[in-house]
């Protein structure tokens, strides 16, 4: 009896979280595309992409380094992880994360993210057809990471990160902290998480690709006509996200696990949201199903349901687990996403 009453109770607090994130803190102003390096919000890892995001307070997963920091000190091991997806057309994503132990100290972490595309032709009004110069965008991140338990059910982390994007001949940096924590009750097994991602400068572009020619009197002859301007572009706040979670087992046995997850998203260019997920583990973890749904209760979203299948922690060379993940995203309008990732532990 005692089982189905925690069952009931988990469903029941996974509903208040939806319902509070939804209706409590939602209103305002959406303020859809007006931060910088949006690259920041795309998931990380083919395990939390196939269960819709939702995944701030999953514990033992090297992607940590993207979703929560604190969460690296339940890896209990050295861990290297790398992701890749032909995100959008002609638009590539990839991560790479390595996360240590030491001894008496915690877990240290590093990480870099990187975004980019294909070459594109450069056209002008005068040359609507191009002018046969090619150019790029790009935008990368470097993260560093530190974690520690401060007591044998809770830590704390955090996330230092130096981010560039460019286009052409022009480009913006800034740098940005993230501070995560998780919590593992002692209640059913239930897990509480929370990360605040991207606190840091504004952005703005520099560049060659911002000067321009200016006769400054037009009217005038004899004067030079060849002075070189700048165009003043304007700053832009990074896309600074909090993330409220919660996790637990439904069912936690040798031959079968059933995890169900849900996280509450506000971010700072968008309305508030929610994401579901629901994780299955198989054949003593070696085989995990998943599935979830995002940005649930979000109007005019493009992002809706996603799920994915993983190999775990195959071993190899005695001491080496091998880990390796796919999932599935769809959109609403443009192209499906498909991600790969790779995880080993040593």
């Known amino acids: 009896m005692r089982k189905i ?19 409590v803190f939602a209103g305002g102003i959406k303020k859809v595309g007006t931060s910088a390096a949006t ?22 997963d090297p992607t940590a380094l993207y979703w929560n920091p604190s969460v690296l000190s339940s890896v ?11 995100w959008l057309p002609g ?34 009004v005068e040359e609507p057809m191009g002018t046969g110069e090619t150019f790029t965008a790009s935008s990368f991140a470097l993260g560093f990471s530190y974690s520690r338990e401060l007591t044998d059910r809770f830590s704390i982390g955090g996330t230092f990160k130096y981010i560039q994007e460019s286009i052409y001949n022009s480009a913006a940096t800034g740098i940005a902290f993230d501070v995560g924590t998780i919590y593992e009750t002692p209640f059913a097994g239930i897990r509480l998480g929370a990360s605040i991602s991207n606190f840091g400068t504004k952005m703005q572009m520099t560049g060659e690709d911002l000067n321009v020619r200016v006769d400054i009197a037009p009217g ?54 929610v994401n579901l997920g629901s994780e299955v583990g198989l054949l003593n973890e070696k085989l995990r ?34 880990s390796f993940e796919y999932a599935y995203q769809n959109f609403v309008h443009l192209r499906d996403s498909n991600r790969f990732t790779l995880s080993i532990k040593f």
Do not use: C
Request: charged share 15%; net charge negative; hydrophobic share 45%.
């Open 5 to 23: 009453n925690t069952k009931i109770v988990f469903v029941i607090v996974i509903l208040i979280v939806s319902v509070v994130t939804q209706f």
């Open 76 to 86: 209990g091991r050295n861990a290297l992880v790398v992701d890749h997806s032909p």
């Open 220 to 273: 005038q002859e004899g004067n030079n006509q060849s002075i070189v301007g700048k165009l003043n572009t304007d700053q832009f706040d990074l896309p600074l996200i909090m993330r409220v979670g919660i996790s637990s087992e439904i069912v936690n046995s040798e031959d079968f696990r059933w995890t169900i997850a849900a996280d509450g998203i506000n971010p700072n260019d968008n309305s508030q949201s």
């Open 91 to 124: 638009i590539y994503f990839d991560f790479a994360g390595l996360s240590v132990p030491v001894e008496d100290l915690g877990v240290l972490g590093l990480s870099i993210t990187i975004l980019h595309t294909d070459e594109m032709e450069v056209t002008t």
């Open 39 to 60: 690259f920041l919000r795309i998931p990380v890892g083919a395990r939390a992409t196939g269960m819709g995001s939702s995944f701030v307070s999953m514990i033992d």
């Open 289 to 322: 199903l998943r599935a979830g749904y995002k940005a649930l209760f979000l109007s005019d979203s493009e992002e809706n349901f996603t799920f994915g299948f993983g190999l775990n922690e195959i071993s190899v060379l005695n001491d080496v687990l091998i």
